[in-house]
């Protein structure tokens, strides 16, 4: 199946949603030969952008461990866990993914929607 890309974002486009289910690093690789890379998410306007772009959907964004680190290597410090997250279940979640609006550590292997950042902020049309 072709990806969908959905082009529904804030003032300025940010993010491109693929809804070609894929592993966090699969996903990672395909935001980076064809975006720039995983999603990062600085702050609340932007967690608020993902959430309507990926509607009921859980999407893998750019986060993962050891420590969280962004997959572009910025630097935020900014999250937004679901209560009780990130809980490392069976002691296996190392890859961060956005359901309803929260974040949630998840097994990196599982094959899901996710969100690439734009290669440039372009002013929507
Ligand atoms: O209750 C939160 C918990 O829900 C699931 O585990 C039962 C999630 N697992 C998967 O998505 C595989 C956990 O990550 C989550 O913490
Ligand atoms: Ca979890």
Redo the contacts with the bound molecule.
């Keep these: 199946r072709r990806p969908f890309i959905c082009y529904d974002g804030g003032a300025a486009q940010r993010y491109i949603l693929i809804t070609e289910s894929k592993t966090w690093r699969e996903a990672q690789s395909y935001c980076r030969e064809n975006h720039t890379d995983l999603a990062s998410v600085r702050n609340q306007a932007e967690n608020q952008e993902i959430q309507q772009i990926a509607g009921e959907m859980a999407v893998w964004i750019g986060l993962f461990r050891e420590s969280w680190k962004w997959s572009d290597q910025s630097s935020s410090s900014y999250r937004y866990w ?1 209560s ?2 990130p ?1 490392n ?1 069976g002691g296996n ?1 190392k890859c961060g993914e956005v359901w309803l609006g929260y974040w ?4 990196c292997e ?1 094959k899901k929607a996710f969100i690439c950042s734009a290669a440039e902020e372009r002013e929507k049309s």
């Design positions: 679901r009780g997250e809980n279940a979640e949630n550590d998840a097994n599982l």
